[in-house]
T-cell receptor
Framework: DTAVSQTPKYLVTQMGNDKSIKCEQNLGHDTMYWYKQDSKKFLKIMFSYNNKELIINETVPNRFSPKSPDKAHLNLHINSLELGDSAVYFC?????????????FGPGTRLTVL | GQQLNQSPQSMFIQEGEDVSMNCTSSSIFNTWLWYKQDPGEGPVLLIALYKAGELTSNGRLTAQFGITRKDSFLNISASIPSDVGIYFCAGRRGAGNMLTFGGGTRLMVKP
């Protein structure tokens, strides 16, 4: 069974469009994350939600808006896409607690903005 | 934000060789994690370290939490072709679950 799943796996779109990426986890975790991995493979946290509440919001343009309808889902909506948004976006989840650092990653969504 | 310095950036080795990579920081971390990313996939956790000085193994992989809490090491013994991938260190400084990732070590193994 897939633990953390993301859709779509690939997304190619034009500059200026609005798009969404969906993430679901079936691990029963209470915390979910969005990461951006650039072409040099640097992984950078974007957002973190705990029990549907935003707890981390790194310096990300407000064109990016995460939404967590429930603990098992964290979607990422991006408005007015720009060339620099091209990257691989990873969703992850973990269970908060003393050893809640074990984050499980989804397979990634490769976004290409033309 | 805080960056972890991971080295080497890439390694090209012969099958059967041992591999070492490390991660350093100017700040103290309370947790160190090592992940592996295969092409087209998300990072997968290999080893988690929670205590300074801790040495933990997972098969042919061994990782250590540095005594100073500012570094960590990952060793792979007797490498095989499926070890190919990008290895990331990640650290957590304090309360909360925010991880900081190193820049990755790209490992290539020649059969």
């Amino acid at each position: 069974d897939t633990a953390v799943s993301q859709t779509p796996k690939y997304l190619v779109t034009q500059m200026g469009n609005d798009k969404s990426i969906k993430c679901e986890q079936n691990l029963g975790h209470d915390t979910m994350y969005w990461y951006k991995q650039d072409s040099k493979k640097f992984l950078k946290i974007m957002f973190s939600y705990n029990n549907k509440e935003l707890i981390i919001n790194e310096t990300v343009p407000n064109r990016f808006s995460p939404k967590s309808p429930d603990k098992a889902h964290l979607n990422l909506h991006i408005n007015s896409l720009e060339l620099g948004d091209s990257a691989v976006y990873f969703c992850a989840s973990s269970q908060s607690g003393s050893k809640g650092d074990t984050q499980y990653f989804g397979p990634g969504t490769r976004l290409t903005v033309l | 934000g805080q960056q972890l310095n991971q080295s080497p950036q890439s390694m090209f080795i012969q099958e059967g060789e041992d591999v070492s990579m490390n991660c350093t920081s100017s700040s103290i971390f309370n947790t160190w994690l090592w992940y592996k990313q295969d092409p087209g996939e998300g990072p997968v956790l290999l080893i988690a370290l929670y205590k300074a000085g801790e040495l933990t193994s997972n098969g042919r992989l061994t990782a250590q939490f540095g005594i100073t809490r500012k570094d960590s090491f990952l060793n792979i013994s007797a490498s095989i072709p499926s070890d190919v991938g990008i290895y990331f260190c990640a650290g957590r400084r304090g309360a909360g679950n925010m991880l900081t990732f190193g820049g990755g070590t790209r490992l290539m193994v020649k059969p």
